[in-house]
């Protein structure tokens, strides 16, 4: 008895320090996110030992208690899959830049995900027996369909699916209550998902001490004291209803091009005469999901990453409908695709968004592409949607994405050889018919447009990707809201700017948005188009523009006089990342 009590104890005080280091790794992981360079890869260091040593010791333990050598051997083996994944998990962020070791070690990620559970299926059936007793030719059989099986539901498992939309917290987020998201949440997908965000972004572009940062980006930060100052009123109302409208790849190459003297966007270019027509306006990048942050949070794009598929993070931002919501908007968002991509639903809840409408919600007998459902029937939805809510009293913000101008560009239109021009004069002709409509209704009398895109797009298709060509964007305001028409405002901005520009003209405070510059207000703040792509970024102003690539540390154009702008550029990417190493 006194030796069996002996055993227990030895057990649970190895079970006890097995939790009580795992409980130290999460407190070193923590550390490791707020320290300062050195002591954050220590303890980060420290950290992936612990992870690594817990997995060993398992292993050992199974070395020597596991009498049975089949069962012992798939053991051994998952338990080095375990190890492996790890490994990969502690590299693959820390040690390698963005490139083609970092996508290897991607793909790698997946091969003890798939393995581990192959073999502890191997180990059960070992189990019941004799050391001696071989498979049969049969069950040699089984390793192949059992291979595949287990490997290809695995992988399904771990994407999350067959659509464009990998597994992500987007998929169980259902309401703008916030308590009940997090508590639909897989508890398990958290820890790992967070486990698994190992990068220091604090410390991803350190060009300037701090101080000299603090400087620079002070005489750029959109909140500044007077930034509104001598701004015009271009609002007839206060408080208008707003729909915004983001275009898929409305680039400005596109919007200008014509066919045989045939505009492409002849709708765009209708409204440009006809409303406010930002001239010299960029995005902030070449991908939806962080022009959408851009446009909705007054944030600025990332080079390498993207902050709408960090959740926490991104939920701390502050954002267009959040703050319209304080003053008792209603705020609805449609998509004819899938929100789960990119982790879309689960930023628009986290950001103030109150309903959210999209594929899943709209059940159309309608054929639909790679991406949803076209362009045609989604802007009649959303007419129906926006009239709806102007015949109740509460003030709107509702936000449309549109998706029929998006790749592979298959539209049920017929104008153009070229599938992209093709694709994008469908989705004008869409937009055309929308605002068509709405002007004709009632809801239009205290109605504000704003038409952007959600990024540019290469073409001519020789256009370079960092070219700040490839991201000059049109934005459109329309509306019966507006005092005033038919104006161009040629100020350098890009899709940061509107959160600031719209509240100041509604009289509203603007002081959560740093970056966010209303481009009506006074100067400084300096006024300047900004944009990232992998690894760099362009700043374009009034006397020229700069892009630098940060990869090989070179400025790859230059033009007009020299200016401050490339120091704009690296204080903007720095303060970024560093804000984002904050939240």
Not at 128 to 141: K, P, Q, T, V
Not at 424 to 450: C, H, K, T, Y
Request: net charge neutral.
């Amino acid at each position: 008895g006194g030796r069996m009590a002996g055993v227990k104890r030895r057990s649970m005080a190895k079970l006890c320090l097995a939790l009580g280091l795992f409980i130290l790794a999460g407190v070193f992981r923590q550390l490791d996110r707020a320290a300062p360079p050195l002591p954050s890869a220590v303890f980060f260091l420290l950290t992936n030992l612990i992870y690594i040593g817990l997995a060993m010791a398992w292993g050992f333990s199974i070395s020597h208690r596991i009498l049975h050598r089949g069962v012992r051997r798939y053991l051994m083996l998952g338990c080095a899959m375990a190890v492996l994944w790890l490994f990969l998990r502690a590299v693959k962020y820390r040690f390698f830049e963005a490139g083609e070791i970092n996508r290897y070690l991607w793909y790698l990620y997946y091969v003890p995900q798939v393995l581990a559970p192959l073999f502890s299926l191997f180990a059960a059936l070992q189990m019941g027996r004799r050391e001696d007793e071989a498979f049969s030719g049969w069950w040699h059989l089984m390793y192949l369909p059992a291979a595949l099986l287990i490997g290809g539901l695995t992988f399904l498992a771990i994407r999350g699916g067959v659509t464009v939309a990998t597994a992500n917290v987007s998929k169980v987020y259902f309401s703008s209550n916030m308590f009940l998201n997090h508590a639909a949440t897989n508890p398990v997908f958290s820890f790992l998902s967070s486990v698994g965000d190992n990068e220091n972004y604090a410390e991803a572009y350190p060009f300037f001490e701090e101080e000299r940062r603090k400087t620079l980006f002070e005489e750029l930060r959109g909140n500044r004291p007077g930034a509104d100052a001598g701004t015009p009123r271009l609002l007839r109302s206060d408080r208008p209803n707003v729909v915004l409208i983001l275009l898929e790849s409305f680039g400005r190459t596109i919007m200008d091009e014509t066919v045989n003297g045939e505009p492409v966007m002849p709708n765009m270019q209708r409204f440009k005469r006809e409303g406010v027509w930002f001239e010299n306006f960029f995005a902030n990048s070449f991908r939806t999901d962080r022009g959408q942050v851009a446009v909705l949070c007054g944030f600025p794009a990332q080079t390498t990453m993207s902050i709408m598929k960090l959740p926490r993070k991104s939920a701390t931002l502050p954002s267009l409908a959040r703050s319209l919501g304080r003053e008792g908007y209603r705020s609805v968002f449609m998509y004819g695709g899938d929100l789960n991509f990119t982790n879309q639903a689960s930023f628009m809840y986290s950001t103030g968004w109150e309903e959210l409408i999209w594929q899943k919600d709209m059940q159309l007998d309608a054929p639909t592409s790679k991406w949803g459902y076209a362009d045609d029937v989604v802007v009649d939805l959303f007419g129906d949607e926006v009239e709806a809510l102007g015949r109740a009293e509460q003030p709107f913000l509702a936000g449309l994405l549109t998706l029929s101008s998006h790749e592979p560009f298959e539209v049920p239109f017929a104008k153009f050889d070229d599938k992209l021009l093709n694709a994008m004069a469908f989705s004008d002709a869409q937009i055309g018919r929308l605002i068509d409509r709405l002007r004709e209704s009632p809801v239009w009398d205290n109605l504000l447009v704003v038409l952007v895109a959600d990024h540019g797009y290469p073409y001519p298709y020789d256009l370079a990707y960092n070219a700040p060509l490839r991201h000059r964007i049109p934005m459109i305001w329309l509306g019966g809201a507006l005092a005033t028409a038919s104006r161009t405002v040629d100020t350098y901005a890009s899709q940061i700017d509107i959160c600031a520009t719209l509240l100041a003209q509604m009289g509203l405070p603007h002081d959560e948005f740093d970056y966010s510059k209303n481009i009506f207000g006074a100067t400084p703040p300096h006024k300047f188009g900004y944009y990232c792509f992998s690894d760099g970024f362009g700043v374009i102003d009034a006397d020229g523009e700069t892009v630098y690539d940060n990869t090989g540390e070179t400025v790859l154009s230059q033009t007009g006089p020299q200016s401050e702008r490339l120091e704009w550029g690296k204080a903007m990417l720095q303060t970024t990342y560093e804000d984002i190493g904050r939240r």
